[in-house]
């Protein structure tokens, strides 16, 4: 039986990044497995996501849409098919300003869809991916683990909380100091190559 991992890459750097050097890297180790496990890319910055028109946002808010929203929220729909075929998503998300890239913006506002990805009711918002494997790989310029920092961190904290609100089940793997270089990048790079390595070894298995 073959797996689908779906890699969402971000980075607005074709070359030297760092986000996607681990999600290749990762993908990598995880599909030379025999062929038990089929990779499918979608990079936001050579095929980049509109932001939101008014027309998208009527189209996927309609219940029941007519042609011409059908058409308007085909892209969605699209996006959406992508994550449920995946029985692995991994998204490299670099910071940028201390958020993510508008890109991988552009594309959450696609996916997360009420009646789609996740359902509102009276006990609140429960996801509809149904627990299903997320890997994040976030890269920053700087240092963020330590408290006095951690305030300016709105990269992980809003892609936990918008990716636990449609049902993935996370993990996040952490390369900082991509911008100071030296030691300090060396062993956070290190150290996410490590991790990466153990969690295609466990999906693997």
Request: aromatic share 6%.
């Amino acid at each position: 039986m073959t797996h689908r991992v779906l890699t969402i890459q971000s980075s607005a750097r074709i070359e030297g990044s760092y986000s996607r050097l681990l999600v290749d890297e990762f993908a990598g180790q995880l599909c030379d497995s025999g062929g038990h496990w089929s990779r499918t890319n979608r990079d936001l910055t050579s095929e980049p996501v509109p932001a939101l028109q008014p027309d998208t946002v009527d189209a996927i808010r309609t219940a029941q849409p007519n042609d011409e929203q059908r058409r308007a929220a085909a892209l969605s729909e699209t996006l959406i098919g992508e994550l449920q075929s995946a029985d692995l998503v991994v998204i490299g998300a670099p910071m940028y300003n201390w958020g993510i890239a508008a890109s991988l913006k552009a594309w959450i506002d696609q996916i997360v869809r009420i009646g789609h990805t996740y359902a509102h009711g009276p006990q609140g918002i429960s996801g509809l991916m149904r627990n299903r494997p997320a890997i994040v790989v976030a890269t920053r310029g700087g240092l963020y683990s330590t408290p006095d920092k951690a305030a300016y961190d709105f990269q992980i904290p809003y892609l936990r909380m918008v990716l636990g609100a449609i049902g993935f089940r996370s993990e996040f793997v952490v390369c900082e100091g991509t911008l100071t270089g030296g030691d300090a990048l060396q062993g956070s790079l290190e150290h996410a190559r490590r991790t990466l390595t153990e969690l295609a070894q466990r999906h693997r298995a």
